[in-house]
């Protein structure tokens, strides 16, 4: 109990030897450089984050301006394509609207052919059944 009831007296603790006040200036001192080539480290990678950076901009123009060049060309040759297409389509036009008269004037053949077969088929079952 008489721990727990002493008074703490600062004035003694504060006073430090000699030995160990040196121990801890070339403590603070290693630090103090250990911290110095920290930082020179540092700043060598922010350097060096910087050329990147530098790198990669001017990489990235250069991909966006070749990409654009692309991108051009690419369009130029759609346009030349569908130009193609649409001709080809002219042409198909053409091509099934005259079909399409070949085959309605073909239809009135048949038609008109298929009037003849029945008429004629009539007039041979008339002849046969002796009714003409």
């Given amino acids: 109990m008489n721990a ?5 007296n600062s004035a003694e603790d504060a006073t430090m030897p ?8 070339i403590e603070v001192a290693e630090l103090r450089s250990d911290v110095r ?6 700043s060598d990678i922010k350097a060096s984050i910087r050329a990147t950076d530098q790198r990669l901009e001017s990489f990235r123009k250069e991909t966006d301006q070749k990409f654009e060049s692309l991108r051009k060309e690419t369009a130029e040759q759609f346009d030349k394509v ?5 001709k080809l389509e002219q042409k198909f036009d053409s091509k099934f609207d005259s ?5 309605t004037s073909a ?8 009037i003849t077969l029945s008429g004629s088929l009539f007039y041979a079952m008339a002849r046969g059944f002796k009714w003409l």
């Fill in 37 to 42: 080539h920290i930082q020179s480290d540092v």
């Fill in 99 to 103: 079909l399409k008269e070949s085959l």
């Fill in 82 to 86: 569908w130009e193609h297409f649409d």
């Fill in 18 to 25: 000699a030995a160990e006040n040196d121990k801890l200036a």
């Fill in 107 to 114: 239809k009135l053949w048949a038609l008109g052919l298929y």
């Fill in 4 to 8: 727990v009831m002493r008074k703490y």
